[in-house]
């Protein structure tokens, strides 16, 4: 009897030490947590839409293996910090746009002016092999996987003086800029009074004619309702601006395979989603602006010349000083074999 209880403790104990730990392959579900700064509404947000597409995708896809919680609108905070905390790992994810030159200094060619004749060429040269190389090196200066490309769409100039067809037209206007030299250099070239203000500010500034115009996509200038403020639009697309979908390097290494896979799946479509959103949001933009009152020029191939010899020459001297030659030569290159394969 004494030898059947010894037996049946040694068979309980090892049925309890074999038995399978209740988080071991079962496994917890994995969070991500994904931020950015544009509205939630999947209908006028190409960030929103983009990483909303990408939840669904990667849930689904993973089973509910993997939870990815949204946060837009800013809740964590502006892109610097987006991007400080994806390094640093205290959130999985981020979409971030422009801020992200602040970190690597070479994303900046993208904003050459006038360097896209289009979307479909600036996306041919993003997911292609200058796109693939820019990631690569963001990887390795910062620590962060680009897993797509989204899109923030070209910049526009607005007015409340006059209808703007050529760079002497914006002589002497004075016109709210980002609070970076680029777009300072890029303003003065044409001329005109780059003044920095604040984004929260900007309406503000037009309504009391602290300035005369300022610069963005279409899409920000209606959901700003600069319409109200500003008479004059001319769709020169000076600038067009990337999104950049980033997830911190550890965290994604610490992912299986089919995971990884599942994330760069989900990414890919992600991106193209929120290029979608933009550019349907861009055409009806140019509609319901009219409808509000603006008067839209749209440059003939002549006059965006103009506007491109005026201002790549300059920009392109004082981005010397800061990335080297060869980003600008290849992001060039880049550009000029797209435009070449879209025309064959």
């Known amino acids: 009897m004494k030898k059947q209880k010894v037996f049946l403790a040694i068979l309980f104990a090892l049925t309890v030490c074999l038995a399978p ?67 640093l790992g205290t959130i999985q994810m981020s979409m971030v ?5 602040g970190y690597f200094k070479p994303a900046m060619v993208l904003d050459i002016p006038y360097l896209f004749p289009s979307a479909a060429v600036a996306w041919k040269v993003l997911d292609g092999d200058f796109g693939r190389e820019l990631a690569n090196d963001i990887l390795r200066a910062m620590g962060t996987r680009v897993l797509a490309y989204g899109e923030t769409g070209f910049r526009n100039f607005t007015n409340s003086k006059r209808v ?11 016109i709210r800029v980002m609070e970076t030299p680029l777009y300072v250099t890029m303003v003065k070239s044409l001329k005109a009074d780059p003044t920095p203000i604040a984004w929260p500010e900007t309406y503000t500034a037009l309504q009391q004619k602290v300035v005369d115009g300022q610069e963005n ?34 965290v994604f290494q610490g992912l299986s395979k089919e995971h990884q896979q599942i994330l760069k799946r ?16 861009s055409a009806v933009g140019i509609s319901e602006l009219k409808k509000q009152g603006m008067e839209v020029y749209s440059p003939t191939a002549a006059e965006r010349k103009a506007f491109m010899q005026a201002t790549q020459g300059p920009v392109i001297d004082w981005m010397k000083t800061q990335v080297d030659q060869a980003w600008i030569r290849k992001v060039q290159a ?10 064959k």
């Open 217 to 250: 996509p279409v899409s920000v200038i209606l959901q700003a309702k600069f319409a109200e403020v500003q008479k004059y639009l001319t769709l020169d697309g000076h600038t067009y601006g990337a999104d950049f979908l980033i997830i911190n390097e550890k």
């Open 21 to 87: 730990a209740p988080h071991s392959l079962a496994a917890e579900k994995i969070v991500i947590k994904l931020a950015h700064v544009d509205p939630i509404d999947i209908c006028i947000s190409k960030k929103g839409a983009a990483t909303r597409a990408f939840k669904e995708i990667v849930e689904a896809e993973s089973v509910g293996a993997i939870q990815v919680d949204l946060f837009p609108a800013g809740q964590l905070g502006g892109e610097r910090e987006l991007i400080e905390a994806t390094k």
């Open 266 to 281: 989900a990414a890919i479509v992600a991106g193209a989603c929120g290029r979608g959103i933009q550019q349907l949001n």
């Open 334 to 343: 880049a550009v000029t074999k797209a435009e070449a394969e879209l025309t």
């Open 97 to 101: 746009s422009g801020a992200i030159a």
């Open 164 to 174: 703007v067809k050529s760079p002497d037209d914006l002589k002497g206007l004075k």
